[in-house]
């Protein structure tokens, strides 16, 4: 008689080995349609259990996915570079997937679940919209690392993130403080209620806040790479050459554009201000050095980390929020009127 295993079970139940697990040890936190379910294959398979799977050790047998979405992302690359670093120990295997930016982050962790058997999700960069619905129908934990999941019906999803509205406001308020008023906006879908959406209406309260209208022909949908935000510059500049101030949703995107600006012959910051996000640190040394939101990486990684171990025994989700910081350097000069 075939010796079934609690990964066979959970490939037969149609659930994760975390839910098996859970079912195993009597645990409460599992919907009861699914216990009965869990029940109904062990008792058809004839699998009792044993001492080791009813004792199985926090992340025993578990795979997590690292999906980061954006290829040429340092920001991301280098957040995907400080998780593993948290999870040296752990006796969980870990795989990195990138994908690219306009690629769908969430069938990539549908397709992962079905190929590698994965039993949780760690999201870099992703975007919570319409597409997400397809994790209501995978039954392990997921963390978004950066932005907030608090009002996304997933009840599995935790989150660590930035409070993006404010810093994006912060952003905002330090180029209007310079006294510039014909400022762009370089940035992804800013109808999303993502970190995206959020930065964009922060700034757009600082500006309504001093009275400044903003132009919409100046917000500019870019790619977040070097060559994307580059081309995206030499396009917008040659239409509205009168911007003296750029808010750029990400460094990347803040480095492809003052290239753009000084292939275009205007000076960074006596021509054009630019603050970027996310505080890379090529930004440290980036001529001129780059205005910046810094997000901590480190914070981000370590509570991302933490979060989804204790989701893999059980825990509930949470929402972490983590403090970031404005850092004022020299991509940055009072307007010239």
């Known amino acids: 008689m075939k010796i079934y295993t609690i990964k066979d079970i959970a490939r ?8 098996v697990s859970r079912v195993l040890n009597k645990r409460p936190d599992v919907n009861q349609a699914t216990r009965e379910k869990v029940e109904r294959v062990m008792a058809e398979c004839h699998f009792t259990g044993n ?17 980061l979405r954006g290829r040429e992302n340092p920001f991301l690359n280098a957040l995907a570079e400080a998780v593993l670093l948290n999870t040296q120990g752990l006796q969980a295997s870990f795989l990195v997937e ?22 949780g999700c760690i999201f870099l960069g992703g975007r919570i919209d319409e597409r997400a619905h397809v994790l209501q129908g995978l039954d392990m934990p997921i963390v978004f690392a950066t932005i907030s999941a608090q009002a996304a019906d997933l009840p599995h999803a935790g989150s660590v993130f930035v409070d993006n509205f404010t810093m994006g406001r912060a952003a905002m308020q330090t180029l209007l403080d310079a006294g510039h008023q014909r400022i762009a906006i370089f940035g992804g879908d800013r109808t999303s209620a993502d970190g995206f959406g959020h930065r ?12 400044v209208p ?21 396009s917008f500049f040659t239409r509205k050459p009168d911007t003296t101030a ?71 989700p949470k929402h972490i929020a983590v403090d970031a910081e404005l850092i ?6 009072p307007a010239q009127i």
């Open 51 to 67: 001492a080791n799977a009813r004792g199985l050790k926090q992340t025993d047998g578990e795979t997590v996915a690292i999906i």
């Open 214 to 234: 903003f132009d919409e022909d100046r917000y500019v949908d870019t790619r977040f790479s070097l060559r994307g935000a580059y081309d995206s510059a030499i």
């Open 328 to 333: 004022i350097r020299e991509s940055v000069s």
């Open 98 to 119: 990138y994908v690219d930016e306009t690629a769908d982050e969430f069938q990539t962790a549908v397709r992962l679940s079905h190929e590698k058997r994965v039993t």
């Open 12 to 19: 037969k139940a149609g659930v994760s080995v975390t839910t």
């Open 246 to 316: 750029v808010f750029a949703m990400s460094d990347t995107v803040a480095m492809g554009v003052i290239r753009a600006l000084q292939d275009m012959g205007r000076k960074v910051p006596d021509d054009v201000s630019v603050v970027g996000y996310d505080g890379i640190e090529m930004g440290k040394y980036f001529i001129p050095r780059l205005t910046t939101v810094a997000q901590p990486i480190d914070d981000i990684a370590r509570e991302s980390v933490t979060m989804l171990m204790d989701m893999l025994q059980g825990g509930a």
């Open 200 to 211: 964009y209406h922060g700034a757009m309260e600082a500006m309504q806040a001093a009275g």
